[in-house]
């Protein structure tokens, strides 16, 4: 789509979401708020409108409103008028999850039931003088056609909103009557009592058809009006989530309230972000990054520099930014929070221009099978800088795996009879293909990694090794010193089958176990110091390779962190990269990096990501060397640090670019410009 013919919300944006709340509504001076959120970087505005309460008065019976709203101007108007005048945009944020109790005496099968016929209450314990709570069934009529769609019609047709979001539009589970008839009409079953027993898509289906009612009223009233709507990680159907709205969104939040041993995964927001990139012909997504560090700490902010190589990771990966805020910038007593956003939205403003447009660039995929071993691939590639995207196993078709060189299976892979000749026909036209675990009983699969059908799979082995075989072993590279390195977990024992198999490693069973491994040491000797059990073994089919781990490389990663481990997933990568990757660094433990291109110029961002999390300040990096292979026929005409702004020296020696980033504290996008 040309620039000039696009919509403002297809263009690069900037979003400041104050979250407010009822009892500061006094505070809110609407040109003085326009101009704050002007002032932090900002060119978007999410503000409340209806919902939970009402921001505006409201004409809709059961559409509760806000008893601290002035009675003598319309604030939902002014804050429009205000935003447009600095020429903000304004989307209306509405959550219809929830409704006050006066609804719920009212109308109480609108609500959401347990298998014993209990409603849903939140905050009953809440100190102070509220009124209960309760959540709405997203199959009953309050989040559908008696309060829902009469709000957003009433709202769209009064006032000037640019955009709409649904905060908080999922389904949670609810056993009332409309569910159990629903539930009956469509599987000829009977509700089962617990979550666990449900079909597979009855969630997404109930989110699908709320939102299709939604979606449609609001194509009704104004057919340019974009709507927002989340997407989750782990838990969403994506493809659902699109159909269904213009825009996506998703909420990496970094929740450090839940103790440091369970503090969110460093790459949380990067592959949140490339889960979103992935489907084609969309609007880049948006990541929401929360400043505080827990909703039960909302109201101070996450140290200042892991906030900032939070936030950075949202454009650094292809995202566009939105910060969520509690409350409007005269109420928010921590004021870091607000210097942080406006420092960071105008290192975004500066970007925005040559991101707008970029593709991301990649060699690698994983498929995302949104558990533990995806999650260990996705550590390991980023922290040896491997650039990758993600897929969803409906994204791997011919078509779309032909852009990558390099595919990776985490363990607990489905294969389907469509990913499986999707697969074999990708490694047959030259690809690399690098499988883990265990596999199912399929000839074809069988066959593509040169292995036999008698597959075993052993007891969860300690004290146990991985021992490299042969001469210049491509998976030892920058291992040469060692012959063994760590290994732990079950192995599928099996054997290479004809003559087209490589043995690259293989196990070296436990030698002790491990109540004794350390008593006495003079009993440590190896049993049995070499095995032919691989694990692992390269097969070659076609144009390309195959390479099959018989254990859970991905388990090792996220359990151990351990250097070797790192390397050894490197090595397994760049045996299919040929002549090696696309785009090098340094590699640096916390170094994230991602590369987009246009046809003009290639954009390389760097993250800093170095230290222990929470961090507690940036530790710098220094002497970042960037390797990158420059296309035949093009010439490089500068390159520059956008953030910056300043140049980098390189050289060009047989057709790649070499350059060095003397020192990086969070996020830099280094351009690299054609002539």
Same mark, same amino acid.
């Given at each position: ?74 604030? =939902? $108007? @002014? *804050? &429009? +008028? ?5 020429? !903000?945009? #304004?989307? /209306? ?58 709000? =957003? $019609? @009433? *709202? &769209? +047709? ?5 955009? !709409?979001? #649904?905060? /908080? ?507």
């Amino acid at each position: 789509m040309a620039l000039s013919k696009r919509l403002w919300w297809q263009k690069p944006l900037r979003v400041i979401q104050p979250n407010l709340q009822v009892r500061d509504t006094d505070r809110i001076d609407p040109e003085r708020l326009a101009q704050q959120i002007k002032d932090m970087g900002g060119n978007t505005m999410v503000f409340n409108v209806g919902g939970i309460y009402a921001w505006y008065p409201t004409e809709v019976p059961y559409h509760t409103v806000n008893e601290f709203l002035p009675k003598d101007f319309d604030l =939902l $108007q @002014e *804050v &429009i +008028r205000a935003c447009h005048q600095q020429d !903000i945009r #304004f989307i /209306a944020r509405f959550d219809f999850s929830k409704a006050a109790d006066t609804t719920f005496l009212q109308r109480p099968q609108w609500f959401v039931r347990d298998a014993e016929g209990e409603p849903h209450i939140l905050g009953a314990k809440r100190p102070g003088d509220w009124s209960l709570l309760m959540s709405t069934c997203i199959n009953g009529a309050y989040r559908n056609e008696a309060v829902a769609a009469p709000v =957003l $019609q @009433e *709202v &769209i +047709r009064r006032y000037d909103i640019d955009g !709409i979001f #649904f905060n /908080a539009p999922g389904f949670v589970p609810c056993s009332c009557e409309g569910c159990r008839r629903k539930y009956k009409a469509v599987y000829g079953l009977e509700l089962p009592k617990e979550k666990a027993g449900y079909e597979p898509d009855w969630a997404s289906r109930c989110m699908r058809d709320n939102m299709d009612l939604l979606y449609g009223l609001i194509k009704e009233e104004k057919p340019d009006m974009p709507m927002i709507l989340y997407y989750n990680l782990y838990r969403d159907n994506i493809f659902d989530r699109a159909e269904t709205t213009d825009m996506l969104c998703t909420e990496p939040q970094d929740i450090l309230s839940l103790g440091h041993h369970h503090i969110p995964e460093f790459w949380k927001p990067a592959l949140s972000i490339k889960l979103g990139r992935s489907l084609p012909d969309r609007p880049v997504p948006f990541g929401i990054v929360h400043s505080s560090p827990g909703m039960d700490w909302r109201h101070t902010g996450l140290p200042p520099a892991e906030y900032r190589f939070w936030l950075s990771q949202i454009p650094a990966h292809g995202g566009s930014i939105w910060h969520s805020l509690t409350g409007v910038p005269d109420t928010i007593g921590d004021k870091r929070i607000l210097e942080i956003v406006g420092e960071f939205n105008q290192q975004v403003a500066k970007v925005d221009p040559y991101m707008d447009g970029a593709e991301p660039r990649s060699e690698v995929a994983l498929m995302w099978t949104a558990d533990a071993s995806s999650e260990g691939w996705a550590d390991g590639l980023i922290n040896k800088q491997l650039l990758f995207d993600v897929l969803l196993t409906e994204q791997a078709v011919p078509e779309r795996l032909a852009r990558y060189k390099v595919l990776i299976i985490p363990e607990g892979m489905k294969y389907t009879d469509e990913f499986t000749a999707s697969l074999c026909g990708f490694v047959r036209q030259g690809g690399h293909v690098v499988a883990e675990g265990s596999l199912p009983q399929r000839s074809e699969l069988l066959e593509l990694f040169a292995i036999s059908p008698e597959l075993y799979t052993s007891e969860p082995l300690v004290a146990s090794y991985l021992r490299f075989e042969g001469e210049a072993n491509p998976l030892q590279k920058g291992l040469e010193s060692t012959e063994l390195i760590a290994h732990r977990g079950r192995v599928v024992y099996c054997q290479p089958e004809g003559s087209g198999a490589e043995l690259l490693a293989t196990l070296v069973p436990p030698f002790s176990p491990l109540e004794s491994v350390g008593a006495p040491p003079e009993r440590a000797s190896l049993p049995v110091s070499r095995t032919d059990l691989p694990l692992a073994l390269l097969s070659r089919q076609g144009e390309g390779t195959a390479l099959y781990l018989p254990f859970s490389l991905s388990q090792l990663i996220n359990e151990f962190k351990l250097f070797e481990h790192y390397q050894l997933l490197g090595n397994a990568i760049e045996l299919g990269l040929g002549v090696g990757p696309e785009l090098k660094v340094t590699n640096y433990q916390g170094l994230q990096v991602t590369q987009f291109a246009t046809d003009k110029h290639r954009l390389v961002h760097l993250v800093n990501g170095a230290g222990r999390r929470p961090l507690s300040r940036s530790l710098p990096l220094h002497q970042i060397e960037v390797e990158l292979r420059v296309p035949d026929n093009v010439k490089v005409k500068r390159v520059h640090q956008i953030i910056s702004d300043s140049p980098l020296e390189y050289q060009l020696k047989e057709g790649r670019l070499f350059l060095t980033v003397p020192r990086l504290e969070v996020w830099e996008c280094l351009l690299v410009e054609w002539e």
